[in-house]
């Protein structure tokens, strides 16, 4: 529990930043103020500290330095690989499932409805996997596509068999972008193991700095630039450099790499102790993705109230207990905006769904608390028939 008194549970939406970052951030902040193009001493001890971080990102994902260009986040970062893959490397089709980060999907929607590329889904389950069969079968018809699957689905945590998707790619003669916002820092990823052409890293989920975050491109996959107007970061994104940002972002995933294994055990006991109790003191409650632990995400536990009476004010009600979490429904009307997660899934639109995403600072009170006043609020309103 937080000194605010508040439980938070919403890690995957972004994470508090670690003290060790804002030290980090805060000793340049006050040492280097210098404009990385500037040739002289102030710019280049500046564009010292860029790529200090930027070699040692790299070499903790096993890349080389100018396979990194940083970004504003994620959401830049998706967009990149796919407006690059279309604009500069002549791909014309993009498969992607229908379970993907608006910042995918709504990205390969509009460069269709651009008249820039068409767009292929491939099927999901109703547990969030990818059918490989018939991505397989999509990639053999569109040979050279961009594939863009994401590894870990941010609402109910299911994670991609990535290693049999770049086989695919590679059979195909495809490319391979995989939004790693929500596992870059909490798996040890390394770019060889993976086989992907694309990656991208947000520092915010990572218990680092907003607005900051870097595509990996492999050195294979030579994208131009979609912002133009400056020749940072090598001509592939202009720009000043947000030079505090990339110390965070450096420093947030040094210190993720440094515990991977030891903080993964952490936070699954936790995941594992939070579905426990919510199985034994809220009635009827289920989940949604995959059960195993090598198939889902250790930070987020994604549950399916049963009808309440005011299913729509759950999130507000525990948002008063002090209980911060985020929630979605499947809409059936297309009146009020759902997710389409949970819509593509088929989650029935009577039940809650409600995200629990953990992180290094979350305790098992944290998770005591907040499944008291959920079981609370679910036993006062559930819907009697
Ligand atoms: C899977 C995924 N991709 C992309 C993003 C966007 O990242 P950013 O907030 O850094 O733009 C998010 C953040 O919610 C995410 O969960």
């Given at each position: 529990m937080s000194a605010n008194n508040k439980v938070y549970l919403d890690n995957a939406a972004t994470s508090p930043l670690d003290?060790?970052?804002?030290?980090?951030?805060?000793?340049?902040?006050?040492?280097t103020y210098g404009n990385p193009s500037a040739s002289h001493s102030?710019?280049?001890?500046?564009?010292?500290?860029?790529?200090t971080a930027r070699k040692q990102i790299a070499k903790s994902i096993s890349a080389s330095a100018n396979?990194?260009?940083?970004?504003?986040?994620?959401?830049?970062?998706?967009?990149?690989?796919?407006?690059?893959?279309?604009?500069?490397?002549?791909?014309?089709?993009?498969?992607?499932?229908?379970?993907?980060?608006?910042?995918?999907?709504?990205?390969?929607?509009?460069?269709?409805?651009?008249?820039?590329?068409?767009?292929?889904?491939?099927n999901v389950n109703d547990k969030g996997d990818v059918d490989l069969q018939h991505l397989s079968e999509l990639a053999s018809k569109?040979?050279?596509?961009?594939?863009?699957?994401?590894?870990?689905?941010?609402?109910?945590?299911?994670?991609?068999?990535?290693?049999?998707?770049?086989?695919?790619?590679k059979e195909n003669n495809c490319l391979f972008h995989s939004d790693t916002v929500q596992t870059m820092g909490h798996y040890h990823l390394n770019v060889e193991d993976f086989g992907a052409d694309f990656l991208t890293c947000s520092a915010h989920k990572l218990n680092g700095p907003k607005g900051i975050?870097?595509?990996?491109?492999?050195?294979?996959?030579?994208?131009?630039?979609?912002?133009?107007?400056?020749?940072?970061?090598?001509?592939?994104?202009?720009?000043?450099?947000?030079?505090?940002?990339?110390?965070?972002?450096?420093?947030?995933?040094?210190?993720?790499?440094?515990?991977?294994?030891?903080?993964?055990?952490?936070?699954?006991?936790?995941?594992?102790y939070m579905r426990e109790q919510l199985l034994e003191h809220v009635e009827g409650i289920s989940f949604n993705g995959r059960e195993e632990s090598d198939k889902s995400l250790y930070t987020v536990l994604s549950c399916s109230?049963?009808?309440?009476?005011?299913?729509?004010?759950?999130?507000?009600?525990?948002?008063?207990?002090?209980?911060?979490?985020?929630?979605?429904?499947?809409?059936?009307?297309?009146?009020?905006?759902?997710s389409h997660v949970l819509e593509a899934i088929g989650h029935p639109t009577d039940r809650k769904a409600l995200r629990f995403s953990f992180g290094r600072f979350t305790t098992k009170e944290d998770v005591d608390q907040a499944v008291s006043v959920l079981a609370k609020l679910v036993d006062k309103t559930v819907a009697r028939v």
């Open positions: 003290e060790r970052v804002i030290d980090a951030m805060c000793d340049v902040m006050k040492t102030i710019g280049r001890s500046a564009r010292a500290v860029v790529e396979e990194i260009i940083f970004t504003s986040g994620g959401t830049e970062a998706d967009n990149m690989a796919l407006r690059c893959a279309i604009h500069d490397l002549g791909v014309s089709d993009i498969i992607t499932s229908p379970i993907e980060h608006k910042a995918v999907l709504d990205t390969a929607l509009q460069l269709e409805a651009d008249g820039l590329a068409t767009v292929h889904l491939v569109h040979k050279g596509a961009l594939i863009s699957l994401m590894h870990a689905n941010n609402e109910i945590g299911t994670l991609l068999p990535y290693q049999k998707v770049a086989e695919i790619a975050g870097f595509l990996y491109v492999r050195n294979t996959a030579p994208i131009k630039t979609m912002i133009t107007g400056g020749g940072q970061e090598r001509s592939h994104r202009a720009g000043t450099e947000n030079v505090i940002g990339i110390v965070g972002l450096a420093k947030a995933l040094e210190i993720a790499f440094e515990h991977v294994v030891e903080e993964e055990q952490q936070i699954q006991n936790i995941k594992s109230v049963p009808p309440t009476n005011n299913n729509d004010l759950l999130l507000f009600q525990l948002d008063i207990e002090g209980i911060c979490c985020s929630g979605g429904s499947a809409c059936n009307s297309g009146a009020a905006k759902g």
